[in-house]
């Protein structure tokens, strides 16, 4: 365990004690928020990816010791066991190599060798295969035994060749040099199945398509995997066949006679029947390994910044799902989110509707004193929009709201227990109006991979990306903290140290017993014991508390600390937290025990002059462009505000409000070089594009975020209207642009880096 302590430290270049502290934690079952934000004096102030890396590495490297010890109990059981090799076993970094050693004594089906082997020709092989210059003929021949298969000299022969076949594929130094090989020389070659080409035209830029595995970005390779899958690519991973077999033969082959041209065919055969489809495959799952793991970060990241979007808090929301036909579903909601009344409007369905509508809107905003109007962004959502500011109600914000996975969470069973009674549509309508009022609080009660951010997330290993995305979200939830009183049990679930059934527990406790006066009264719920009372109490906030330090990050384990500073201010801790001065006059040195260092205190002082501080972005209100609801509404040229709604590795999709997501290339994100989109924007952000070119026909919008990018035509007007929107694609638009909340069409992102290269070289 020691010697994985020293592999982590290295690889991530931090202390071992660091590595060895944080394995404790973890092994005594803390959760990462929980290491990071209140251990900080054990771990040396290690973040929240430092203790995860911590986490998910040492997971690895006992799984290696797992299958370390199976290979080492399997081969004493074969009796194949020597020093030598189990040194080799001892030895192995990695999972690879390990099978490598092992490979050539693990039980397997039959093979052309084993048959070989059955008829008594391995010798014939191993002598072949020493390549001493020795009469082939004479000897091949003392292996002809009808009564075992062999019949000839040519079947002794080929028997012998197929037995080294398999020992040259088999040999760990020649895998070794393969693996090497393939991962710097192999060439992704794509293709389209003859007969698929209008079926697969969202994967028309890899009809014909080379290039090298080791520079191939991960997006295109789970295009071209995606593909495959659907039977509409033919992809293979593959190096130059000829300098691979050069390199083996260098290994392989010695002298010019006839034992030696036998291991030359060997080695030919064994390399394009065994060693070449053994190493593709190996790096095909590396590839799309490594794919996942950069779509999983940048999936992870876009849901943490939705998660974390600026609240608006508590206001009466009158809240719309809007639709034509059938008419825009309307809920109104107090300020804790609770539903009061709901009913439904048809604005858009002729003159006596529009009125009918406009009176019941300034009815319910005037019954419930409404502060504030949620517009889902989905059909019929700048029409509802245009139609809400129309009727000019004072005192009233309106904004419009991403509403991806609100379908989701109205079928679910969390929204069939919130509202047995309710159809999907107040559901859902409810769902919008409350993301409006916390994201966090809504958006946790629904399956991440359902609220509209990421690339080729369904493509992606489930299991890991289910675990990084709760990694996230218990890292959104908190850092945010939580209002132990008001608090739903799905987001309680995310609670460090609770999970779903404690979370449940405490709700069933709450209904029963009233509200939690203090965070001390938590170890009264069933099953909440003393662990999950350490791990969640820090991060659970009880407004209104007897002990003000339960309304703060400060954790019950150091009220102490803080009692003594009041106490040696000669004032209470209640006034300490309201007076600026009196904390300035707080000396943490003087506070240092073993226990209790500068870290910790320093953040105790942080919460004392800002307790349960929210450290999300103050929520400012946003409208777009009036008369801009369709993509033919657009001009070249056009500079209009926008909302980030996903980030991917080629760039920014951003709702200018015409029901279709623009595409803000890396290259057009800011006037310099952009390697990561995250560098300049985040989901949800608030930015200004200039429309470069529209597809209307694909549906597809280039937009940029460049200063200097502003066409003289029509620049922030919609006119001239005789302008009309471009139609096909010039070199810039080959960019993929889609809905985050539907399939994405994003197989063809590299077309657009090589195109706005080749475009940006003739400016």
């Known amino acids: 365990m020691l010697a994985h302590h020293k592999i982590i430290a290295a690889e991530l270049k931090i202390a071992e004690k660091q590595v060895t502290a944080t394995v404790s934690l973890l092994d005594e079952g803390a959760t990462v928020p929980f290491i990071s934000r209140y251990r900080k004096e054990m771990t040396g102030s290690l973040d929240e990816v430092e203790v995860a890396a911590i986490r998910d590495r040492v997971l690895q490297l006992r799984d290696l010791d797992k299958r370390r010890e199976a290979i080492l109990k399997s081969m004493t059981e074969l009796g194949k066991l020597t020093p030598e090799l189990e040194k080799k076993i001892i030895e192995a970094e990695t999972i690879s190599l390990l099978e490598d050693i092992y490979l050539p004594y693990k039980p397997k089906r039959k093979t052309r060798a084993s048959v070989a082997k059955e008829k008594g020709l391995e010798p014939l092989a191993l002598q072949i295969f020493d390549q001493k210059n020795f009469d082939l003929h004479a000897e091949a021949n003392k292996f002809i035994d009808a009564e075992k298969g062999v019949n000839?000299?040519?079947?002794?022969?080929?028997?012998?060749?197929?037995?080294?076949?398999?020992?040259?594929?088999?040999?760990?130094?020649?895998?070794?040099?393969?693996?090497?090989?393939?991962?710097?020389?192999?060439?992704?070659?794509?293709?389209?199945?003859?007969?698929?080409?209008?079926?697969?035209?969202?994967?028309?830029?890899?009809?014909?398509?080379?290039?090298?595995?080791?520079?191939?970005?991960?997006?295109?390779?789970?295009?071209?995997?995606?593909g495959e899958k659907e039977l509409i690519l033919r992809l293979d991973a593959l190096p130059p066949a000829e300098d691979a077999l050069t390199i083996l033969e260098n290994q392989f082959v010695s002298g010019n006679h006839a034992a030696s041209k036998q291991v030359q065919q060997a080695l030919e055969d064994g390399y394009k029947r065994l060693l070449e489809p053994a190493m593709e495959t190996e790096l095909r799952v590396l590839t799309k390994q490594k794919a996942?793991?950069?779509?999983?970060?940048?999936?992870?990241?876009?849901?943490?910044?939705?998660?974390?979007?600026?609240?608006?808090?508590?206001?009466?929301?009158?809240?719309?799902?809007?639709?034509?036909?059938?008419?825009?579903?309307?809920?109104?909601?107090?300020?804790?989110?609770?539903?009061?009344?709901?009913?439904?409007?048809?604005?858009?369905?002729?003159?006596?509707?529009?009125?009918?509508?406009?009176?019941?809107?300034?009815?319910?905003?005037?019954?419930?004193?409404?502060?504030?109007?949620?517009?889902?962004?989905?059909?019929?959502?700048?029409?509802?929009?245009?139609?809400?500011?129309?009727?000019?109600?004072?005192?009233?914000?309106?904004?419009?709201v991403n509403e991806s996975g609100a379908s989701i969470y109205s079928a679910s069973e969390v929204a069939r227990n919130e509202f047995p009674t309710q159809d999907i549509t107040v559901r859902g309508a409810v769902s919008i109006?409350?993301?409006?009022?916390?994201?966090?609080?809504?958006?946790?009660?629904?399956?991440?991979?359902?609220?509209?951010?990421?690339?080729?997330?369904?493509?992606?290993?489930?299991?890991?990306?289910?675990?990084?995305?709760?990694?996230?979200?218990?890292?959104?939830?908190?850092?945010?903290?939580?209002?132990?009183?008001?608090?739903?049990?799905?987001?309680?679930?995310?609670?460090?140290?609770?999970?779903?059934?404690?979370?449940?527990?405490?709700?069933?406790?709450?209904?029963?017993?009233?509200?939690?006066?203090?965070?001390?009264?938590?170890?009264?719920?069933?099953?909440?014991?003393?662990?999950?009372?350490?791990?969640?109490?820090?991060?659970?906030?009880?407004?209104?508390?007897?002990?003000?330090?339960?309304t703060s990050g400060v954790h019950p384990e150091?009220?102490?600390?803080?009692?003594?500073?009041?106490?040696?201010?000669?004032?209470?801790?209640?006034?300490?937290?309201?007076?600026?001065?009196?904390?300035?006059?707080?000396?943490?040195?003087?506070?240092?025990?073993?226990?209790?260092?500068l870290?910790?205190?320093?953040?105790i002082l942080k919460e004392l002059a800002k307790p349960g501080r929210d450290p999300r972005e103050q929520?400012?209100?946003?409208?777009?462009?009036?008369?801009?609801?369709?993509?033919?509404?657009?001009?070249?040229?056009?500079?209009?505000?926008?909302?980030?709604?996903?980030i991917t590795n080629f760039g920014a999709f951003v709702d200018i409000g015409v029901h279709q997501d623009g595409l803000v290339h890396t290259s057009q994100l800011a006037n310099r070089f952009v390697a990561n989109a995250n560098d300049v924007v985040k989901v949800h952000q608030k930015v200004e594009v200039t429309v470069l070119e529209v597809d209307a026909a694909r549906k597809?919008?280039?937009?940029?975020?460049?200063?200097?990018?502003?066409?003289?035509?029509?620049?922030?007007?919609l006119k001239p209207k005789e302008q009309k929107p471009k139609q096909g694609l010039k070199p810039q638009t080959a960019k993929p642009t889609f809905k985050p909340k539907q399939e994405k069409k994003d197989a063809d992102g590299d077309l657009q880096e090589k195109l706005a290269k080749l475009k940006g070289m003739f400016k």
């Open 152 to 226: 000839t000299f040519e079947e002794a022969l080929a028997g012998a060749r197929d037995i080294m076949a398999e020992m040259i594929s088999e040999n760990v130094e020649a895998r070794t040099k393969m693996r090497t090989y393939f991962q710097e020389k192999a060439v992704f070659k794509a293709e389209v199945i003859k007969g698929k080409e209008e079926e697969g035209i969202k994967y028309k830029d890899y009809f014909e398509w080379n290039e090298p595995v080791k520079t191939a970005a991960s997006h295109r390779i789970l295009a071209m995997r995606r």
């Open 292 to 400: 996942d793991e950069e779509a999983i970060k940048v999936f992870a990241e876009n849901a943490r910044q939705l998660l974390l979007a600026a609240p608006m808090g508590q206001k009466n929301v009158l809240a719309i799902d809007p639709g034509f036909r059938t008419g825009c579903k309307v809920v109104c909601l107090d300020k804790q989110g609770q539903l009061l009344e709901n009913t439904a409007i048809y604005p858009h369905t002729g003159q006596g509707n529009v009125k009918n509508a406009e009176a019941t809107i300034k009815q319910l905003c005037e019954k419930h004193h409404i502060e504030a109007i949620a517009i889902g962004n989905g059909t019929a959502g700048r029409e509802t929009e245009s139609f809400i500011r129309g009727l000019n109600l004072p005192n009233t914000t309106i904004v419009m």
């Open 433 to 550: 109006g409350r993301r409006l009022m916390d994201p966090l609080a809504e958006l946790v009660k629904i399956d991440p991979k359902s609220i509209g951010v990421g690339q080729y997330q369904h493509d992606v290993d489930q299991t890991k990306l289910q675990a990084s995305l709760d990694d996230t979200v218990m890292s959104a939830v908190n850092a945010v903290g939580v209002e132990l009183n008001t608090a739903s049990k799905q987001i309680l679930a995310y609670v460090s140290g609770l999970g779903p059934t404690l979370a449940q527990n405490i709700v069933d406790y709450r209904n029963a017993n009233g509200a939690f006066k203090t965070r001390a009264s938590l170890r009264k719920v069933p099953r909440l014991g003393d662990k999950a009372y350490e791990q969640a109490a820090g991060f659970l906030r009880i407004r209104n508390a007897e002990n003000v330090l339960d």
């Open 558 to 597: 150091r009220y102490a600390v803080v009692d003594q500073m009041a106490k040696d201010l000669g004032t209470t801790v209640s006034a300490l937290m309201k007076d600026q001065q009196l904390q300035k006059q707080i000396k943490p040195q003087q506070y240092v025990t073993n226990e209790i260092g």
């Open 599 to 603: 870290p910790t205190l320093n953040d």
């Open 619 to 646: 929520f400012e209100a946003f409208s777009f462009t009036d008369g801009v609801n369709e993509i033919s509404d657009l001009r070249i040229g056009m500079k209009l505000p926008g909302i980030v709604t996903n």
């Open 700 to 717: 597809r919008i280039s937009l940029s975020m460049k200063t200097e990018n502003s066409p003289k035509s029509s620049v922030g007007s």
